[in-house]
T-cell receptor, first 111, second 115 residues
Framework: AQSVTQLGSHVSVSEGALVLLRCNYS??????LFWYVQYPNQGLQLLLK??????LVKGINGFEAEFKKSETSFHLTKPSAHMSDAAEYFC?????????FGKGNQVVVIP | GAGVSQSPSNKVTEKGKDVELRCDPI?????LYWYRQSLGQGLEFLIY????????KSGLPSDRFSAERTGGSVSTLTIQRTQQEDSAVYLC?????????????FGDGTRLSIL
């Protein structure tokens, strides 16, 4: 079964600083990979996805992620954090009829 | 509506009661998923429907949980004889097809509290 590791349940970042959220997946077969964001009391919203093709993927709100097969990673970045980026972020591969979510990163943006 | 709709948004019930949670997927979406989000377990898959195929029920935690999807559209998740550990947010998602590269569109969830 697919699984992912997201380190650091809580991540604090200063406004304007780089946001880096790490995601490593377990499978030797590159899966389809997704990053979702969840704002308080809301469902999950797609940030970006990797399926095939270009390994650098751009998403909404200035986020991007790079798929690195050799490192089995799909880290999420944003060059400059904004207060509105405060939310919980989930990395998830798709396989076996489901998304297999990581434990998530709660991002706090410090003014 | 344009998005996935779930009702009720909040449900409080007593231990031992049955509950029904409803999901209206995006119109025309053939695939529908249920997930559960709890503090202890994170986001867990429950069940997957695709068209007229038999559902994948492999994520249902016990036989107290069941789900159906009528007419290929609306889905109902039923929990019988609720227990306190069933307290969680239940999320529904749909995709336009059953292909794995399609992003899932999520509703805002039903927050279930078992007293």
């Amino acid at each position: 079964a697919q699984s992912v590791t997201q380190l650091g349940s809580h991540v604090s970042v200063s406004e304007g600083a780089l946001v880096l959220l790490r995601c490593n997946y377990s499978s030797s077969v590159p899966p389809y990979l997704f990053w979702y964001v969840q704002y308080p009391n809301q469902g999950l919203q797609l940030l970006l996805k990797y399926t095939t093709g270009a390994t650098l993927v751009k998403g909404i709100n200035g986020f991007e992620a790079e798929f690195k097969k050799s490192e089995t990673s799909f880290h999420l970045t944003k060059p400059s954090a904004h207060m509105s980026d405060a939310a919980e972020y989930f990395c998830a591969p798709y396989g076996n009829n489901r998304l297999a979510f990581g434990k998530g990163n709660q991002v706090v943006v410090i003014p | 509506g344009a998005g996935v709709s779930q009702s009720p948004s909040n449900k409080v019930t007593e231990k031992g009661k049955d509950v029904e949670l409803r999901c209206d997927p995006i119109s025309g979406h053939t695939a529908l998923y249920w997930y559960r989000q709890s503090l202890g377990q994170g986001l867990e898959f429950l069940i997957y429907f695709q068209g007229n195929s038999a559902p994948d029920k492999s994520g249902l935690p016990s036989d107290r949980f069941s789900a159906e999807r009528t007419g290929g559209s609306v889905s109902t998740l039923t929990i019988q004889r609720t227990q306190q550990e069933d307290s969680a947010v239940y999320l529904c998602a749909s995709t336009s097809t059953g292909y794995s590269n399609q992003p899932q569109h999520f509703g805002d969830g039903t927050r279930l509290s078992i007293l």
